[in-house]
Protein backbone atom coordinates (compact mmCIF):
# COMPACT_ATOMS: atom_id res chain seq x y z
CA UNK A 1 0.00 0.00 0.00
CA UNK A 2 1.18 3.52 -0.71
CA UNK A 3 1.11 6.34 0.78
CA UNK A 4 -0.74 8.47 -1.63
CA UNK A 5 -3.91 9.45 -0.73
CA UNK A 6 -6.66 8.08 -2.85
CA UNK A 7 -9.12 9.76 -1.52
CA UNK A 8 -7.76 13.08 -2.78
CA UNK A 9 -10.10 15.29 -5.45
CA UNK A 10 -8.88 15.71 -8.45
CA UNK A 11 -10.89 19.11 -8.92
CA UNK A 12 -7.61 20.46 -6.43
CA UNK A 13 -5.62 19.20 -7.80
CA UNK A 14 -6.22 21.13 -11.42
CA UNK A 15 -6.73 23.95 -8.97
CA UNK A 16 -3.51 23.54 -7.55
CA UNK A 17 -1.39 22.91 -10.56
CA UNK A 18 -3.09 26.02 -11.82
CA UNK A 19 -1.24 27.95 -9.17
CA UNK A 20 1.70 27.20 -9.93
CA UNK A 21 1.61 26.78 -13.68
CA UNK A 22 2.04 23.02 -14.09
CA UNK A 23 0.59 20.48 -16.02
CA UNK A 24 -1.44 17.54 -14.80
CA UNK A 25 -0.99 14.51 -16.36
CA UNK A 26 -3.66 11.44 -16.42
CA UNK A 27 -4.04 8.19 -18.09
CA UNK A 28 -7.25 5.88 -18.94
CA UNK A 29 -7.44 2.53 -19.06
CA UNK A 30 -10.24 0.19 -19.89
CA UNK A 31 -11.29 -3.32 -18.11
CA UNK A 32 -9.47 -5.71 -20.19
CA UNK A 33 -11.39 -8.73 -21.26
CA UNK A 34 -9.21 -11.83 -21.15
CA UNK A 35 -5.99 -13.02 -19.06
CA UNK A 36 -3.45 -12.02 -21.48
CA UNK A 37 -5.69 -8.29 -21.46
CA UNK A 38 -4.80 -8.66 -17.35
CA UNK A 39 -1.06 -9.64 -17.99
CA UNK A 40 -0.75 -6.57 -20.44
CA UNK A 41 -2.68 -3.70 -17.93
CA UNK A 42 -0.41 -5.07 -15.06
CA UNK A 43 2.70 -4.90 -17.05
CA UNK A 44 1.27 -1.44 -18.35
CA UNK A 45 0.69 0.40 -14.82
CA UNK A 46 3.94 -0.82 -13.69
CA UNK A 47 5.92 1.07 -16.39
CA UNK A 48 3.51 4.35 -16.32
CA UNK A 49 3.76 4.28 -12.31
CA UNK A 50 7.34 5.02 -12.84
CA UNK A 51 5.87 8.27 -14.73
CA UNK A 52 3.88 9.60 -11.65
CA UNK A 53 0.65 10.79 -13.42
CA UNK A 54 -2.23 12.95 -11.40
CA UNK A 55 -4.11 10.61 -11.64
CA UNK A 56 -5.32 7.54 -13.75
CA UNK A 57 -8.79 6.31 -14.85
CA UNK A 58 -10.45 3.13 -15.82
CA UNK A 59 -13.50 3.38 -18.25
CA UNK A 60 -16.92 1.39 -17.74
CA UNK A 61 -18.38 -0.89 -20.56
CA UNK A 62 -21.41 -0.02 -22.58
CA UNK A 63 -24.72 -0.85 -20.33
CA UNK A 64 -22.34 -1.58 -17.36
CA UNK A 65 -20.99 -4.53 -19.44
CA UNK A 66 -17.65 -4.00 -16.80
CA UNK A 67 -19.48 -2.76 -13.72
CA UNK A 68 -17.76 -4.94 -11.47
CA UNK A 69 -14.68 -5.18 -13.48
CA UNK A 70 -14.47 -0.99 -13.29
CA UNK A 71 -14.50 -1.53 -9.70
CA UNK A 72 -11.55 -4.03 -9.14
CA UNK A 73 -9.46 -2.33 -11.31
CA UNK A 74 -9.85 1.10 -10.02
CA UNK A 75 -9.14 -0.57 -6.43
CA UNK A 76 -6.21 -2.52 -7.93
CA UNK A 77 -4.77 0.14 -9.63
CA UNK A 78 -4.92 2.38 -6.02
CA UNK A 79 -4.21 -0.26 -3.26
CA UNK A 80 -1.30 -1.93 -5.23
CA UNK A 81 0.06 0.39 -7.38
CA UNK A 82 -0.78 3.51 -5.32
CA UNK A 83 -2.21 5.71 -8.12
CA UNK A 84 -4.90 8.09 -7.72
CA UNK A 85 -7.97 6.36 -9.50
CA UNK A 86 -10.87 7.82 -11.26
CA UNK A 87 -14.02 5.47 -11.82
CA UNK A 88 -16.35 5.88 -14.99
CA UNK A 89 -19.60 5.29 -14.75
CA UNK A 90 -22.01 5.36 -17.24
CA UNK A 91 -25.59 5.88 -16.17
CA UNK A 92 -27.69 4.83 -19.63
CA UNK A 93 -29.87 1.98 -18.61
CA UNK A 94 -29.60 2.15 -14.66
CA UNK A 95 -32.54 2.49 -12.15
CA UNK A 96 -31.66 5.25 -9.34
CA UNK A 97 -31.26 1.78 -7.08
CA UNK A 98 -28.25 0.73 -9.23
CA UNK A 99 -26.51 4.15 -9.36
CA UNK A 100 -27.27 4.36 -5.64
CA UNK A 101 -25.75 1.16 -5.41
CA UNK A 102 -22.95 2.05 -7.19
CA UNK A 103 -21.82 5.11 -5.71
CA UNK A 104 -21.96 3.28 -2.46
CA UNK A 105 -19.09 0.59 -3.62
CA UNK A 106 -17.30 3.30 -4.77
CA UNK A 107 -17.35 5.11 -1.95
CA UNK A 108 -16.85 1.80 0.40
CA UNK A 109 -14.15 1.11 -2.12
CA UNK A 110 -12.23 4.89 -0.66
CA UNK A 111 -12.90 6.11 -4.79
CA UNK A 112 -14.05 9.88 -4.72
CA UNK A 113 -13.48 10.52 -8.17
CA UNK A 114 -16.09 9.67 -10.71
CA UNK A 115 -16.29 10.35 -14.57
CA UNK A 116 -19.71 10.91 -14.45
CA UNK A 117 -21.26 10.05 -18.09
CA UNK A 118 -24.39 9.15 -19.96
CA UNK A 119 -23.31 6.51 -22.45
CA UNK A 120 -23.84 5.54 -25.68
CA UNK A 121 -27.24 5.23 -26.60
CA UNK A 122 -27.85 1.07 -27.13
CA UNK A 123 -27.05 0.52 -30.88
CA UNK A 124 -30.09 -2.07 -30.89
CA UNK A 125 -32.55 0.06 -29.39
CA UNK A 126 -32.38 3.66 -30.92
CA UNK A 127 -36.15 4.57 -29.28
CA UNK A 128 -34.22 3.84 -25.47
CA UNK A 129 -35.74 5.38 -22.50
CA UNK A 130 -34.46 5.44 -19.72
CA UNK A 131 -36.21 3.42 -16.30
CA UNK A 132 -38.76 5.65 -15.09
CA UNK A 133 -36.61 6.67 -11.93
CA UNK A 134 -33.79 6.42 -13.84
CA UNK A 135 -31.43 9.35 -15.67
CA UNK A 136 -31.33 10.22 -19.02
CA UNK A 137 -28.56 12.73 -19.07
CA UNK A 138 -25.48 13.02 -17.58
CA UNK A 139 -26.51 16.17 -16.03
CA UNK A 140 -29.32 14.67 -14.67
CA UNK A 141 -26.65 12.27 -13.10
CA UNK A 142 -24.41 14.98 -12.06
CA UNK A 143 -26.98 16.59 -10.10
CA UNK A 144 -28.16 14.03 -8.31
CA UNK A 145 -24.64 12.73 -6.93
CA UNK A 146 -24.28 16.12 -6.17
CA UNK A 147 -27.11 16.41 -4.26
CA UNK A 148 -27.18 12.78 -2.48
CA UNK A 149 -23.02 12.34 -2.71
CA UNK A 150 -21.35 15.88 -2.15
CA UNK A 151 -18.46 13.68 -1.07
CA UNK A 152 -17.75 12.87 -4.77
CA UNK A 153 -15.46 15.10 -7.34
CA UNK A 154 -17.03 14.83 -10.81
CA UNK A 155 -15.75 14.87 -13.80
CA UNK A 156 -17.53 15.18 -17.38
CA UNK A 157 -17.20 14.26 -20.97
CA UNK A 158 -16.97 17.17 -23.80
CA UNK A 159 -16.48 17.37 -27.68
CA UNK A 160 -14.60 19.98 -28.88
CA UNK A 161 -15.68 18.67 -32.87
CA UNK A 162 -19.11 18.46 -31.15
CA UNK A 163 -21.09 14.86 -29.67
CA UNK A 164 -22.10 13.08 -32.33
CA UNK A 165 -25.87 13.47 -31.47
CA UNK A 166 -26.22 17.13 -31.04
CA UNK A 167 -27.96 19.31 -33.84
CA UNK A 168 -25.07 22.29 -33.73
CA UNK A 169 -22.47 23.24 -31.56
CA UNK A 170 -24.21 26.01 -30.14
CA UNK A 171 -26.59 23.24 -28.39
CA UNK A 172 -24.26 20.82 -27.59
CA UNK A 173 -22.51 23.43 -25.96
CA UNK A 174 -25.45 24.90 -23.96
CA UNK A 175 -26.38 20.95 -22.67
CA UNK A 176 -22.51 21.20 -21.79
CA UNK A 177 -23.00 23.79 -19.24
CA UNK A 178 -26.03 22.45 -17.51
CA UNK A 179 -24.02 19.89 -16.74
CA UNK A 180 -20.75 21.72 -15.53
CA UNK A 181 -24.38 24.03 -13.74
CA UNK A 182 -24.97 20.82 -12.07
CA UNK A 183 -21.34 20.22 -10.53
CA UNK A 184 -19.20 18.92 -12.98
CA UNK A 185 -16.23 20.09 -11.65
CA UNK A 186 -13.55 19.51 -14.74
CA UNK A 187 -13.88 18.30 -18.19
CA UNK A 188 -11.90 15.68 -20.01
CA UNK A 189 -12.34 16.14 -24.05
CA UNK A 190 -12.93 13.27 -27.11
CA UNK A 191 -9.73 12.81 -28.64
CA UNK A 192 -8.92 15.16 -31.38
CA UNK A 193 -5.83 16.09 -33.58
CA UNK A 194 -6.53 20.05 -34.68
CA UNK A 195 -5.39 22.11 -31.81
CA UNK A 196 -7.79 24.81 -33.29
CA UNK A 197 -10.67 23.05 -32.96
CA UNK A 198 -9.56 22.54 -28.88
CA UNK A 199 -9.07 26.50 -28.30
CA UNK A 200 -11.61 27.74 -30.11
CA UNK A 201 -13.96 25.27 -28.31
CA UNK A 202 -12.33 26.19 -25.49
CA UNK A 203 -12.66 30.25 -26.38
CA UNK A 204 -16.60 29.22 -26.78
CA UNK A 205 -17.42 27.45 -23.20
CA UNK A 206 -15.43 31.11 -22.01
CA UNK A 207 -17.94 32.97 -23.54
CA UNK A 208 -20.95 31.48 -22.17
CA UNK A 209 -19.85 30.86 -18.85
CA UNK A 210 -18.04 27.43 -18.68
CA UNK A 211 -15.11 28.21 -15.91
CA UNK A 212 -13.81 24.84 -15.14
CA UNK A 213 -10.76 22.95 -16.24
CA UNK A 214 -10.86 21.72 -20.11
CA UNK A 215 -8.47 18.95 -20.51
CA UNK A 216 -7.40 17.57 -23.63
CA UNK A 217 -8.01 14.30 -24.77
CA UNK A 218 -5.00 12.73 -26.56
CA UNK A 219 -4.74 9.56 -28.16
CA UNK A 220 -1.73 8.74 -30.33
CA UNK A 221 -1.73 6.28 -33.44
CA UNK A 222 -0.14 3.03 -32.96
CA UNK A 223 -2.05 1.74 -36.50
CA UNK A 224 -3.86 2.89 -39.71
CA UNK A 225 -6.48 1.27 -39.09
CA UNK A 226 -7.18 2.93 -35.83
CA UNK A 227 -7.66 6.28 -38.46
CA UNK A 228 -11.04 5.56 -39.87
CA UNK A 229 -12.41 4.70 -36.54
CA UNK A 230 -11.16 7.54 -35.00
CA UNK A 231 -13.10 9.70 -38.16
CA UNK A 232 -16.24 7.77 -37.98
CA UNK A 233 -16.79 6.50 -34.14
CA UNK A 234 -15.31 9.40 -32.84
CA UNK A 235 -16.27 12.05 -35.35
CA UNK A 236 -13.24 13.44 -35.36
CA UNK A 237 -11.20 15.39 -38.47
CA UNK A 238 -7.32 14.43 -38.82
CA UNK A 239 -5.04 16.47 -40.47
CA UNK A 240 -4.94 15.64 -44.20
CA UNK A 241 -1.22 15.99 -44.73
CA UNK A 242 -0.87 13.48 -41.26
CA UNK A 243 -2.95 10.80 -42.70
CA UNK A 244 -1.15 11.09 -45.98
CA UNK A 245 2.10 10.51 -44.43
CA UNK A 246 1.09 7.48 -42.29
CA UNK A 247 -0.62 6.38 -45.40
CA UNK A 248 2.88 5.70 -46.72
CA UNK A 249 4.03 3.93 -44.17
CA UNK A 250 1.16 2.09 -42.77
CA UNK A 251 2.39 -1.23 -43.05
CA UNK A 252 5.82 -0.44 -41.66
CA UNK A 253 4.82 -0.24 -37.96
CA UNK A 254 8.64 1.77 -36.69
CA UNK A 255 7.88 4.58 -39.11
CA UNK A 256 4.33 4.61 -38.44
CA UNK A 257 4.94 5.08 -34.86
CA UNK A 258 7.72 7.62 -35.28
CA UNK A 259 5.85 9.93 -37.13
CA UNK A 260 3.00 9.51 -35.28
CA UNK A 261 4.69 10.08 -31.77
CA UNK A 262 6.41 13.43 -33.36
CA UNK A 263 2.85 14.44 -34.41
CA UNK A 264 1.85 13.70 -30.53
CA UNK A 265 4.46 15.02 -29.19
CA UNK A 266 3.47 18.25 -31.36
CA UNK A 267 0.47 18.21 -30.65
CA UNK A 268 1.22 18.26 -26.49
CA UNK A 269 3.71 21.16 -26.54
CA UNK A 270 1.67 23.26 -28.28
CA UNK A 271 -1.83 22.40 -26.62
CA UNK A 272 0.64 22.80 -23.04
CA UNK A 273 1.93 26.23 -24.56
CA UNK A 274 -1.48 27.56 -25.24
CA UNK A 275 -3.19 27.10 -21.76
CA UNK A 276 -4.59 23.46 -21.41
CA UNK A 277 -4.58 22.34 -17.83
CA UNK A 278 -2.35 19.45 -18.64
CA UNK A 279 -2.76 16.40 -20.50
CA UNK A 280 -5.53 13.33 -20.35
CA UNK A 281 -3.85 10.32 -22.73
CA UNK A 282 -6.28 7.71 -24.19
CA UNK A 283 -3.12 4.49 -23.34
CA UNK A 284 -5.40 1.84 -24.88
CA UNK A 285 -3.30 -0.33 -22.00
CA UNK A 286 -0.36 0.35 -23.70
CA UNK A 287 2.18 2.13 -21.91
CA UNK A 288 5.31 2.69 -25.00
CA UNK A 289 3.42 5.67 -26.64
CA UNK A 290 2.70 7.69 -23.32
CA UNK A 291 5.92 7.47 -22.05
CA UNK A 292 7.56 8.41 -25.17
CA UNK A 293 5.46 11.69 -25.29
CA UNK A 294 5.66 12.16 -21.42
CA UNK A 295 9.80 12.29 -21.40
CA UNK A 296 9.35 14.65 -24.77
CA UNK A 297 7.17 17.25 -22.69
CA UNK A 298 8.85 17.20 -19.32
C1 LIG B 1 -13.55 11.67 -21.50
C2 LIG B 1 -14.55 10.66 -21.97
C3 LIG B 1 -14.69 9.46 -21.27
C4 LIG B 1 -15.62 8.51 -21.68
N1 LIG B 1 -15.71 7.33 -20.98
C5 LIG B 1 -16.63 6.42 -21.34
C6 LIG B 1 -16.77 5.19 -20.62
O1 LIG B 1 -16.06 4.94 -19.67
N2 LIG B 1 -17.74 4.31 -21.01
C7 LIG B 1 -18.57 4.57 -22.08
O2 LIG B 1 -19.43 3.73 -22.39
N3 LIG B 1 -18.45 5.72 -22.79
C8 LIG B 1 -17.51 6.64 -22.45
N4 LIG B 1 -17.40 7.81 -23.16
C9 LIG B 1 -18.29 8.04 -24.31
C10 LIG B 1 -19.66 8.65 -23.89
O3 LIG B 1 -20.35 7.72 -23.08
C11 LIG B 1 -20.47 8.95 -25.15
O4 LIG B 1 -19.86 9.95 -25.91
C12 LIG B 1 -21.95 9.23 -24.91
O5 LIG B 1 -22.62 9.17 -26.18
C13 LIG B 1 -22.26 10.59 -24.31
O6 LIG B 1 -22.00 10.61 -22.98
P1 LIG B 1 -22.01 12.04 -22.20
O7 LIG B 1 -21.81 11.77 -20.79
O8 LIG B 1 -21.10 13.00 -22.87
O9 LIG B 1 -23.54 12.45 -22.49
P2 LIG B 1 -24.36 13.80 -22.30
O10 LIG B 1 -23.55 14.87 -21.70
O11 LIG B 1 -25.61 13.43 -21.63
O12 LIG B 1 -24.64 14.22 -23.82
C14 LIG B 1 -25.15 13.30 -24.76
C15 LIG B 1 -25.91 14.05 -25.87
O13 LIG B 1 -27.11 14.60 -25.35
C16 LIG B 1 -27.12 16.01 -25.45
N5 LIG B 1 -27.63 16.50 -24.15
C17 LIG B 1 -26.95 16.52 -22.99
N6 LIG B 1 -27.72 16.97 -21.99
C18 LIG B 1 -28.93 17.23 -22.53
C19 LIG B 1 -30.16 17.70 -22.01
N7 LIG B 1 -30.30 17.99 -20.71
N8 LIG B 1 -31.22 17.85 -22.87
C20 LIG B 1 -31.10 17.55 -24.19
N9 LIG B 1 -29.95 17.10 -24.74
C21 LIG B 1 -28.88 16.94 -23.92
C22 LIG B 1 -25.69 16.43 -25.72
O14 LIG B 1 -25.65 17.64 -26.51
C23 LIG B 1 -25.15 15.23 -26.46
O15 LIG B 1 -25.47 15.30 -27.83
C24 LIG B 1 -16.46 8.78 -22.81
C25 LIG B 1 -16.29 9.97 -23.52
C26 LIG B 1 -15.34 10.90 -23.12
C27 LIG B 1 -15.17 12.17 -23.91
Redesign the pocket.
Known amino acids: MSSTNIKRKIGDIYTEAARTGRPVFSF?FFPPKNEKGEAQLYATLEELRAHHPDFVSV????GGSTRDRTLEWVRAIQDRFGMLAMA?Y?CIGSSRVDVEKMLSDLYSAGIRNI???????PADNPDYQPPADGF?????LIAFIRETRPDFCLG????PEK????PSPD??LR??K??VDAGAEFL???LFFLNERYFDFVKRCRDIGIEVPIVP?IMPITNFKQIERFTTMAGCEMPGGLVKELGKVAEDKEALQRISLEFSIKQCRELLDGGAPGI?FYTLNQSYATMHILDALR
Do not use: P
Open positions: ETYGAHTMSLRGDMFYANEGACYHQEAVDNLRKVSQGH
